[in-house]
C-alpha cells in the first residue's frame, strides 16, 4: 500500500510537496448518476423546471466548481486548469441522468478531486433545481472511470468502462 502523503513526520496534515515533479499533460474522467421520478426526468428533457434548463445550468457549475476546487478541499493544489467538459446522458427508461466530466491541465499534479468536485456540483445543482418537483432524487455512482499523465501513467476503471458502455440509451445531450 502507498504511503499516506497527506501527512507528515509527526502526524500532521500538510499539501504534498510537488515542487521537484515534473510538469506533464493530464486528464481525468469522472461519473457520477442523478435518478428520479419519470415526471422529473420528462420535465427535465421538456424544460419545464421553473428553474430554468436544468442540465444547461449544471453543466456550468460543473464548470465552475472544477476552477475552484483548491478553495473547497483542503490541501488541494490549485491548478491552472486547460479544460473542463460536462456532459450528460439522458436514460429516460431509468428516468436517471449520467453526468461525465473530463478535466485537463498541464501541472506537476493531476486533476481527479477537481473532476470529482465538478460531477458532484453538476449533480447537486440538479437536485436543487429539481428539488421542488421531486425531493426523492439520489445522488450515486461518482466513480473515477480514466486518468492519465503524470508518474503513475493512465488508469482505466475497467468495472465501470464495461457498464458503462454497455448502456445503449445514453446519448450526450448538448445543453
Do not use: W
Not at 114 to 139: H, L, N, Q
Request: proline residues 2%; aromatic residues 4%.
Amino acid at each position: 500500500m502507498a504511503e499516506l502523503t497527506h501527512f507528515d513526520r509527526e502526524g500532521k496534515a500538510r499539501m504534498v510537496d510537488v515542487t521537484h515533479k515534473d510538469v506533464t499533460s493530464r486528464t481525468a474522467v469522472v461519473r457520477g448518476r442523478v435518478s428520479m421520478a419519470h415526471r422529473t426526468f420528462q420535465m427535465i428533457q421538456d424544460r419545464t423546471i421553473a428553474k430554468g434548463d436544468v442540465l444547461g445550468v449544471a453543466r456550468i457549475s460543473g464548470i465552475m466548481a472544477a476552477k475552484r476546487t483548491a478553495d473547497l478541499i483542503p490541501l488541494c493544489h490549485p491548478l491552472s486548469i486547460t479544460s473542463v467538459e460536462v456532459n450528460f446522458f439522458p436514460h429516460s427508461d431509468q428516468a436517471t441522468i449520467d453526468i461525465e466530466a473530463r478535466v485537463k491541465t498541464d501541472a506537476k499534479t493531476g486533476v481527479e478531486i477537481e473532476a470529482f468536485v465538478s460531477v458532484a456540483t453538476a449533480a447537486i445543482t440538479i437536485y436543487d433545481m429539481c428539488k421542488a418537483v421531486d425531493r426523492a432524487m439520489t445522488i450515486s455512482d461518482i466513480r473515477l472511470v480514466e486518468k492519465g499523465g503524470g508518474k503513475s501513467g493512465t488508469y482505466v476503471n475497467r468495472e465501470h468502462r464495461q457498464k458503462d458502455s454497455g448502456n445503449a440509451e445514453g446519448k450526450n445531450t448538448g445543453r
